[in-house]
């Protein structure tokens, strides 16, 4: 029995990191200078933004994981993507500059994930309030099974999380395989040979936020160890 829980455990810890783990390998792998590149992620973000016609959309450096802000209309890039000549940071750049290209078409899927995960901040925040107020309740109830219902209850609203962003997943292939690819091939900014790895980077960018929010779940209750009754 002790061993099956093991088993359990480290499959359970497998699915919650592994896709991370994956996504940091594959940045690695294919993050390595290549000075035969034309240009750095934040110039090439520059050019395919300027070439959609998107002159009004930004290009900024962040410490906070790649990303497209549709409010500030800005396409961000970490230091290693943004000054870097990589497969990792050409391959990425053109996947944000991507979401930035769904956003000035108005493409539907688009704007639902963006309403999804607006509304997902409330989520978030009552799932707080509710895993923080458990050891309280529990200080004034005594009552382990309402305790456990709380938690349950806090885990299944970060849940909510997980399927967002698991539903919008198209929208991340769309701006991996359907718009950043085929811009990296049309404009000939990689050669034949560095496709595959491109295409690992693609990938990897895509399940970022559902590899992300699967790991979350780990944090949370690594917190909650700390808050124990
Ligand atoms: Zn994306």
Redesign the pocket.
């Known amino acids: 029995m002790p061993i099956l829980l093991a088993i359990a455990g480290l499959a359970f810890l497998a699915l919650i990191f592994g896709p991370q783990l994956w996504i940091r390998r594959v940045m690695t792998r294919h993050g390595t200078e290549r000075p035969d590149l034309p240009g750095t992620g934040g110039e090439l973000a520059r050019h395919l933004l300027d070439e959609a016609d998107l002159r009004g959309v930004t290009v900024e450096l962040t410490g906070d994981g790649d ?2 802000d549709p409010e500030a209309r800005a396409v961000r890039l970490t230091p290693q993507h943004h000054d870097a000549r990589s497969i990792a940071a050409v391959a990425v750049a053109a ?2 500059v991507s ?1 930035a290209v769904q956003h000035a078409r108005g493409e539907p899927a688009f704007a639902r994930r963006l309403d999804l995960v607006r509304r997902l901040v409330w989520v978030e925040r009552l799932a707080s309030v509710v895993l923080l107020l458990t050891p309280v309740v529990f200080l004034l109830v005594k009552s382990p099974a309402l305790a456990v219902l709380q938690i349950a209850a806090g885990l299944a609203l970060l849940g909510i999380r997980i399927a967002v962003h698991a539903l919008t997943l198209p929208v ?1 292939l769309d ?1 991996s395989f359907g718009k950043a690819l085929p811009a990296l091939t049309r404009g000939r900014y990689l050669s034949a040979g560095d496709l595959p790895a491109a295409r690992s980077v693609l990938q990897a ?2 399940y ?2 559902v590899a992300a929010a699967l790991a979350a779940l780990i944090y949370v209750a690594r917190w909650f160890r700390v808050l124990r009754f």
Request: glycine letters at 0%; aromatic letters at 18%.
């Open positions: 990303h497209y996947h944000e979401h991340e701006a960018a895509a970022t936020y």
